[in-house]
């Protein structure tokens, strides 16, 4: 099951298939504390599965990233892990913890989801969030809802085990 992005907007659900789908774990410090920045890196096909005329006339699919922050990462012993985060832009780090990109780059507000580490570098994700409608980045559109499902390949993962 390689997995699906839905973009519920204004006027209706688009739906695409997940491409590529990428985890990726490095140590990091977050305040003078350090951490482990896990995130997941999607790109999916160029055909949607679902789609409505103002958007597939500009040719464009969306890609999605989604950064987690832990204290510790052991792959053996990782448990289901639910999680919110209000915000996609970080402030202390200055970058997009959770954005998806169709035309512009944007965060994604309102998180939460769920992570399950399935065994032999794969993770299921399963994300919500809201942001801009994907074609009126004026906020004259009600906001788009993202939801994001699907398996992501962490190929360097025995180094987490």
């Known amino acids: 099951m390689p997995g699906t992005i839905t973009l519920i907007r204004y006027n209706g659900t688009e739906k695409h298939a997940l491409a590529e789908s990428n985890a990726f774990a490095t140590r990091t410090e977050v305040n003078g ?10 790109e999916t096909e160029t055909e949607p599965l679902q789609d409505f005329p103002d958007s597939d006339e500009l040719l464009s699919n969306p890609d999605a990233e989604l950064t987690i922050y832990l204290d510790t990462l052991k792959l053996n012993e990782f448990a ?15 970058s997009l913890d959770a954005r998806l990109y169709y035309f512009e780059h944007q965060e994604v ?53």
Request: charged share 30%.
């Open 109 to 161: 507000n309102d998180n939460r989801g769920r992570i399950e580490y399935r065994g032999n570098g794969v993770f299921y994700v399963y994300w919500t969030g809201t942001t801009m409608d994907v074609n009126y980045y004026d906020g004259s559109k009600p906001d788009t809802r993202l939801e994001l499902e699907g398996e992501f390949t962490m190929e360097k993962y025995v180094e987490w085990l």
């Open 80 to 94: 289901p892990l639910e999680f919110t985060l209000a915000r996609g832009y970080n402030e202390n780090s200055r």
């Open 33 to 42: 504390k350090p951490q482990i920045m896990l995130w997941f890196e999607t």
